[in-house]
């Protein structure tokens, strides 16, 4: 290719520019500060001559070196020149031609170049490539100006009337969005056509890329312009609502209800469904039921404590402090307990136990709970499922119905703030079922520590965990509880207490809390230690202490009554004026007969207010082998009788009865307080011994006592709720006590001021017990 410029050497000042590019035949003004800078330029103003401008290579170099700053630049002339504020001018310049750095000849006071001009000829003609790439070029400008706004409509009319290849480069290069890097690159091109042809790259790519950036910004501006939308119709219907006296309208509530989903700290799932909840309230009229509901839906998941939590006291000699404070005894209840804190000490991950307390009616079953919860800095919620039959009272109502609320266990977390409260659930063995559903089977996944980290409620619809919470059941009894729910708990029994027990629990708790919540001082009633043993032996027959309670009331309010009307300074209590405050004795308790009987046995029975004893008598008279079982009693009593009866026939020769006898005589066992239902697995051998003494007229020894089964091979079988029945025996003056093999570990477990007085015999066999109860004739005339 022919060439179409020629050069020339020229020695210049050099100014090195920074983030800009200039091409000859264009005009551009930019600043300078720098000391260098300003001496180059004033040179040339005094030698009215041009400049050498060239881009430096990085912009953030204060003092350029020889290597800072590219070789190629452009000659321009100084058109205009203004000092701005801070020693900072302003240049106006427009460039001439290329050149190209031959030496530098000097860098202090500025720089000063020998350089290679470039001069283009203007009468080269255009062959047919140089008109096809003019013209492609020219189209593509076109192009790039109908997507980049700051190009002027003038412009492409301006580029049309160029003449020359090169200066159509050169001015188009200065339209076009280039970085710095971009224009030198321009700028070193020295044939037109090359220039050309990398412009035409150049517009190919910005065409593209505005392309995209147009579409772009057309989305966020149909965006802005639906926002714009919305909010105009919004701001109408507000001021629509506002004219129509209703509230500040729903926007206003779900900006509210929206920051405290925010400020709740709830699950990613919760906050989603809760949000999703909350926009509906835009979608629909604010007194539409619908919304209501919503509102209400909202409020229940806000109130959920879903990452709120007390700190656990994990000081043991406190904790110990607290329980022993509040309850007397109950040591396995207080150990469990302590246990626990010492393991959460250790892994603060454990989850929180489920324990079941079981034992008779005012033992403290329901108080210990809310000492635990004070002993471990909880917060304490109990319900009662006494009588409960429904299902949903479990596990919440679904949101379909109207009314619908959360189950008892939810709204309760709910009620607390925290999700690591002592629960209790009280009266679990008194569970119903009905056509509504079974709660006891709703109640396993709450109280099953592999399933409940995830309870959820029919209400909530959200999965809710529950495994921090320490959940405490009681009952009376084990037998009326679900398989399956009692598989679940950790069962403690509490069984009654005994006299002493009582008296400590007067003396030192009772006495004091119905002083004082009655209004009295200590000092203004006294009630002697052996008025109280009367009040427990005479006045109440309970395992707890409830009843002993109500009666130190009394006590205390007829004492207030003494000391309101007759001034009375101070009020004492002993047992020759207890009747005065509580009036008869209301209980005798079964004393053993002093005298030995044929055919009475004493028994020992175990009831929900504790031990008793229970007598059992046989009488027999002449008749046809007939077994008549009188006394209400159960069909568990009724086959303990008949199994006796089956045994002795078959032994008959053991002790001494004739055969014959059983054709001949019709055999009636009774239990006395015959409107009093009885049953129960552990009066067999009472009912055996009773018979064989009736059969062989021996009688029966009356300070033996004697609780067990019997098999119809004659097996004693054990029993339970032993300490409850020795307590009985105890207090009916019974010397010996007979009980199966079996029971050893459990009399090892029973306090030894309640057997001491007693002598324990156990027996392996019914032959055993005979051989303990049954004194010989001549031993019963001896007596």
């Keep these: 290719m022919i060439e179409n410029y020629s050069t020339e050497n020229r020695r210049l000042p050099l100014i090195p520019i920074r983030g800009i590019g200039i091409f000859p035949d264009t005009v551009i003004h930019f600043d300078i500060g720098r000391e260098k800078s300003i001496n180059a330029l004033e040179e040339a103003m005094l030698e009215d001559s041009d400049i050498f401008l060239t881009v430096q290579k990085e912009a953030d170099i204060d003092s350029p070196k020889e290597d800072d700053f590219y070789e190629v630049g452009v000659i321009c002339k100084i058109k205009q020149m203004i000092k701005m504020p801070g020693d900072n001018i302003r240049v106006l310049v ?159 509530e779900v900006e509210e209800y929206l920051k405290k989903i925010e400020e709740a700290r709830m699950p990613k799932e919760v906050r989603e469904k809760a949000e999703k909840e909350i926009n509906r309230l835009l979608k629909i009229s604010p007194s539409s039921p619908d919304a209501g509901v919503i509102r209400t839906y909202v409020d229940w998941l806000l109130d959920l404590p879903w990452n709120k939590s007390t700190k656990d006291n994990t000081d043991l000699k406190k ?100 999700n690591n409260p002592v629960f209790l659930l009280d009266e679990i063995d008194k569970l119903s079922g009905d056509f509504k559903g079974d709660p006891a089977s709703a109640l396993l996944e709450a109280l099953d520590p592999e399933q409940n980290s995830t309870f959820t409620d029919h209400y909530i619809e959200a999965p809710f965990n529950l495994e921090h919470v320490m959940f405490i059941t009681t009952a009376n009894s084990t037998a009326t509880i679900p398989g399956p729910l009692l598989d679940r708990m950790e069962v403690i029994e509490i069984s009654g207490y005994t006299d002493v027990e009582k008296n400590h629990i007067a003396e030192k708790y009772l006495v004091k809390k119905q002083v004082a919540e009655h209004g009295l001082k200590d000092r203004q009633i006294k009630i ?82 504790g031990g008793e004893t229970l007598f059992v008598e046989v009488n027999t008279m002449k008749g046809d082998g007939k077994l008549q079982l009188t006394g209400q009693l159960g069909d568990v009593m009724k086959e303990s009788a008949m199994a006796a009866l089956s045994f002795i026939k078959s032994n008959a020769d053991k002790f001494g009865i004739d055969y014959t006898v059983f054709k001949e005589t019709d055999i009636h066992v009774h239990v006395p307080e015959g409107a009093i239902p009885k049953d129960g697995p552990s009066a067999g051998i009472t ?43 105890k207090r009916a003056g019974i010397k010996k006590v007979v009980l199966c093999s079996k029971n050893k570990s459990d009399v090892s477990k029973i306090d030894h001021k309640i057997i001491r007085s007693m002598e324990i015999v156990f027996a392996d066999r019914i032959e055993d017990v005979v051989r303990e109860a049954l004194r010989s004739n001549e031993e019963a005339i001896k007596n």
């Design 528 to 609: 002697s230690a052996n008025a109280i043993n009367e009040i427990i032996e005479r006045y109440t027959r309970e395992s707890g202490v409830r009843n002993l309670e109500r009666n130190i009331g009394k006590i205390v309010r007829k004492a207030a009554v003494q000391i309101a009307e007759k001034k009375k300074k101070t009020v004492s209590v002993n047992n020759a004026n207890l009747k005065n405050f509580l009036g008869i004795p209301k209980y005798d308790y079964d004393i053993a007969y002093k005298e030995d009987q044929v055919g009475v046995v004493t028994g020992l029975a175990w009831t929900q207010v």
């Design 94 to 252: 427009e460039g001439i031609s290329r050149a190209r750095i031959v030496s530098i000849t000097q860098e202090d006071p500025f720089f000063e170049v020998v350089l290679n001009e470039y001069i283009y000829l203007n009468n080269l003609p255009w062959d047919d490539s140089m008109e096809a790439m003019v013209r492609l070029t020219l189209d593509n400008f076109e192009e790039y100006s109908l997507v980049y706004p700051k190009i002027a409509p003038e412009a492409i009319l301006t580029l049309k009337e160029i003449n020359n290849p090169d200066k159509l480069a050169d001015v188009m290069s200065s339209y076009i969005y280039l970085r710095p890097d971009q224009k030198q690159s321009l700028l070193e091109l020295f044939d037109p056509y090359s220039r050309l042809e990398s412009i035409n790259s150049f517009l190919a790519k910005e065409i593209k890329v505005l392309q995209i950036e147009n579409e772009i910004s057309e989305l966020v501006k149909k965006q802005v312009s639906e926002f714009q939308r919305d909010y105009y119709l919004k701001e109408q219907l507000r001021a629509i609502q506002k004219e129509l006296g209703e509230d500040e309208g729903a926007e206003f």
């Design 319 to 418: 904790a110990r402090k607290v329980l022993s404070e509040d309850h007397f005894g109950l040591e396995e209840v207080k150990e469990r307990i302590l246990e626990y804190l010492a393991v959460k000490h250790i892994n603060k991950d454990m989850k929180g136990p489920i324990l079941c307390f079981v034992g008779p009616p005012g033992v403290g079953k329901t108080s210990i709970a809310k000492s635990i919860a004070r002993a471990m800095n909880r917060k304490y919620v109990r319900i009662s499922l006494g009588g409960l039959r429904d299902e949903a009272e479990i596990r919440g109502h679904r949101r379909t119905y109207i009314g619908a609320i959360p189950g008892r266990i939810i709204s309760s977390i709910a009620k607390v703030k925290v």
């Design 687 to 729: 009912m055996a011994t009773a018979i064989i003494s009736a059969l062989t007229k021996k009688p029966v020894r009356s300070d033996v006592a004697m609780t067990g089964e019997i098999t119809i091979t004659g097996r004693v079988l054990p029993i339970g709720g032993l300490k409850e029945k020795l307590l009985a025996a």
